[in-house]
């Protein structure tokens, strides 16, 4: 009785989610019929600040700089 429940809410679940997401859209082209079709809903994307022009190449540079002799003098202290 169980998989007989759970096998018929999977049958509808699956019958109903393509009518649930569609959308009907109708396009009228130049001297032509309008044509009617679904689709999906619109994907709407969100614009991130995140460029790395923002940061100065010195400063990537500098930091690199530093980084690689710290990691250079910790080398030494360890392998002595």
């Given amino acids: 009785m ?7 809410m999977i049958l ?3 019958a109903t989610a393509p009518g649930a997401f569609a959308q009907t ?4 082209s130049y001297g032509q019929g309008v ?3 679904a ?3 619109e994907i709407k994307y969100q614009v991130v600040d ?6 100065s190449l010195k400063v990537i540079g500098i930091g690199l ?4 002799a ?3 003098r910790f080398k030494l202290k360890t392998s002595a």
């Avoid at 859209?25 to 009228?28: K, L």
């Fill in 50 to 55: 995140a460029g790395i022009g923002d940061v």
């Fill in 2 to 8: 169980k998989k007989l429940l759970v096998s018929l």
């Fill in 25 to 28: 859209t109708c396009v009228n």
């Fill in 65 to 68: 700089l530093i980084s690689s």
């Fill in 70 to 72: 710290v990691l250079y």
């Fill in 35 to 37: 044509v009617c079709g």
């Fill in 39 to 41: 689709r999906t809903p």
């Fill in 12 to 14: 509808i679940a699956l």
